[in-house]
C-alpha cells in the first residue's frame, strides 16, 4: 500500500484555497491550517471551486495547526505575512519541508532569517480568485516554476512535481532566483494594471495610453534588472528574449506583443492578488512587487520612477478604494 506525504497548506486565501480543493479532490493527505476562529466555520462549509478546474466541492481536512508527521507543509499567505506565520508553526513543523508560494523574491530570505534553512520555492503563473470564505475559482493556468537552491533540498522536488502537475504544467529548475525575478517583471506589470484601474487586463492592454504606460514599466523594469546584472533565466510566461525585444523595438510593436498576450477576452476573469487584496480591503502586497524595482533602483542607482508612482498611487487606492481612469495611467508614463 503507498502511503501518501502529509501536506499542510498554511492559508485559505486564493493560491491555499486552490491547492486545497485539487490536491483534495485528488485523494491527496491534505490540511488546510487557518486562523482558529475560522476552523468550525471551514470544517462545516468545505471548499467550493469552478473554473478552469471544474466545478466541485470537497471537505478537506481543517485545522489550527500542523498535524504530527507532515512532510511538506506550503506557506500560501501575502509575502508580508510570511514571517508571523513562520513564528506561529515553527513549534509544529518538525522536520517538514517547507515549500513558498509567495509574490516577489523576499520568501527564500524570510525562511531563511526565521528557520535557517532553505525551502523548496513554487514561482506560480496561475491565476485564481477567493473573494468569498470557502470558494475559489480557477481563472488561468500557467506554469508552476519549482526550485531549490541547495542539492540536499532537490530530492524533494520530484514529490512537489506530482502535486503541482494535478494543478498546472510544472517547469523545474536549478536557477530558482532568476526565475522570481523573471516572473516579477510580468506579475509587477499584470497586478499594477489591475490595481491602479479596477478593470480586467485586456481591457487595460487594449486602451491605447494604458497599453503605452505597460510598455514603459516593463521597460523600466526589465532595465533596473538588467543594469543590476540578476541572471533572469527563461521560462514558460516569461521569456527573456521577450522583454528584450520590448526594450529595443518600437512602442506600437511592444503594444501588439501585451494584446496578444493578456488582451484576449478569456482574460476577462484574471484577478490579480492585489486587486484582491484592495477588493477586500485588505494591505497589498506592492511593496513586494513593484516596490523591489524601487529598491533595487535605489541600490544601484538606477532611476524608477514609473515602479516609484505606482507604488504611491497603489497605497492610496487601498485607503481610498477610488481607482484611476486611463488618462491618469496613462499619464504616469509622461511624467
Request: hydrophobic share 45%; glycine share 8%; aromatic share 6%.
Amino acid at each position: 500500500m503507498i502511503t501518501k506525504p502529509g501536506i499542510s497548506i498554511i492559508g485559505a486565501g486564493a493560491i491555499g484555497s486552490l491547492l486545497a480543493a485539487i490536491w483534495t479532490r485528488a485523494g491527496e493527505d491534505v490540511t488546510l491550517v487557518v486562523r482558529p476562529e475560522r476552523v468550525e466555520a471551514l470544517r462545516g462549509s468545505g471548499l467550493r471551486a469552478s473554473g478552469l478546474a471544474g466545478d466541485f466541492h470537497v471537505m478537506p481536512k481543517v485545522g489550527a495547526e500542523i498535524p504530527p508527521g507532515t512532510e511538506f507543509v506550503v506557506f500560501t499567505m501575502k509575502t508580508q505575512d510570511l514571517a508571523p506565520a513562520l513564528r506561529t508553526h515553527k513549534g509544529s513543523l518538525g522536520n517538514a519541508t517547507v515549500v513558498t508560494t509567495q509574490n516577489g523574491v523576499r520568501a527564500r530570505e524570510i525562511v531563511l532569517a526565521e528557520l535557517g534553512q532553505e525551502p523548496i520555492t513554487a514561482t506560480l503563473m496561475l491565476n485564481s480568485s477567493a473573494l468569498e470564505p470557502g470558494t475559489v475559482r480557477y481563472n488561468r493556468i500557467g506554469t508552476t516554476v519549482l526550485g531549490a537552491v541547495p542539492e540536499e533540498r532537490r530530492h524533494a522536488l520530484a514529490e512537489m512535481d506530482v502535486l503541482f502537475e494535478l494543478v498546472s504544467p510544472v517547469f523545474d529548475t536549478p536557477q530558482i532566483e532568476g526565475a522570481m525575478w523573471s516572473k516579477l517583471v510580468i506579475n509587477a506589470l499584470t497586478n499594477s494594471l489591475q490595481a491602479l484601474s479596477g478593470k480586467p487586463l485586456n481591457e487595460c492592454v487594449n486602451h491605447p495610453g494604458v497599453a503605452s504606460f505597460a510598455v514603459a514599466q516593463v521597460r523600466e523594469s526589465f532595465g533596473v534588472v538588467r543594469a543590476a546584472r540578476i541572471p533572469l533565466i527563461d521560462m514558460p510566461g516569461a521569456p527573456v528574449k521577450l522583454f528584450s525585444i520590448m526594450m529595443r523595438m518600437p512602442e506600437f510593436f511592444c503594444k501588439a506583443i501585451l494584446r496578444k498576450n493578456l488582451g484576449r477576452v478569456d482574460e476577462m476573469n484574471t484577478m490579480t492578488s492585489t486587486l484582491q487584496s484592495i477588493l477586500r480591503k485588505q494591505p497589498t502586497e506592492i511593496d513586494y512587487l513593484n516596490g523591489e524595482f524601487v529598491r533595487l533602483g535605489e541600490k544601484i542607482g538606477y532611476p524608477t520612477p514609473i515602479n516609484r508612482a505606482i507604488v504611491e498611487h497603489i497605497k492610496r487606492i487601498e485607503q481610498t478604494g477610488v481607482f484611476l481612469t486611463p488618462e491618469q495611467i496613462a499619464g504616469m508614463a509622461r511624467s
